[in-house]
């Protein structure tokens, strides 16, 4: 597990920086369509939703997330949890919490998929005001359990902003 863990990580880093100087294509056939229904459009409907156990079911069980610069690695466990805590507070009467997804590159085998892209999370109130947070994302998703399923998901949000959403193609929610 550690040398997975290692390689992994190495990938990602490796990857980015390779990835975000390349601007590789971002691809749109049968695979990526697949990653997006079992996946991405889940993600993004359980992280609106709160859903935690939805959530969790899109991550494999030796999933990775790294918090990049803010925080230490997390396993499923400790995600799981944190996940379950976070969610589970009442969000404020009028305020609404959403996420939107980035692609700059995608690539895959029939194995393996490598996404990096940005997201973009808005907490608006029903008053008209509101607040937006927008990072980098980078994540290795695999097979499991005859589904698509993320084995590492690395971000952070160290000098992002919105203009770098207009360079990417956003995740289609249909």
């Excluded at 920086?17 to 409907?45: G, H, K, Y």
């Excluded at 995600?79 to 690539?107: C, D, K, M």
């Excluded at 290795?140 to 005859?146: D, R, S």
């Amino acid at each position: 597990m550690t040398t997975l863990r290692s390689f992994l990580l190495s990938t990602v880093a490796c990857s980015t920086l390779f990835a975000s100087a390349q601007a590789p294509p971002v691809l749109s056939d049968s695979t990526t369509q697949a990653i997006d229904a079992e996946v991405w459009r889940p993600f993004v409907n359980a992280f609106n939703m709160r859903d935690a156990e939805a959530f969790m079911a899109l991550h494999a069980k030796p999933v990775i997330r790294w918090p990049l610069g803010w925080g230490l690695p997390q396993t499923a466990d400790s995600l799981r949890v944190q996940s379950a805590r976070n969610w589970s507070l009442p969000v404020p009467q009028g305020e609404v919490h959403f996420i939107e997804l980035y692609f700059t590159h995608r690539s895959h085998t029939d194995s393996f998929e490598f996404d990096i892209g940005y997201y973009r999370v808005v907490i608006m109130r029903d008053d008209g005001n509101g607040r937006q947070f927008v990072g980098h994302f980078s994540t290795i998703l695999g097979k499991a359990e005859g589904r698509w399923k993320i084995f590492l998901d690395a971000d952070n949000s160290d000098g992002v902003t919105d203009e770098a959403l207009k360079h990417a193609t956003p995740l289609r929610m249909e």
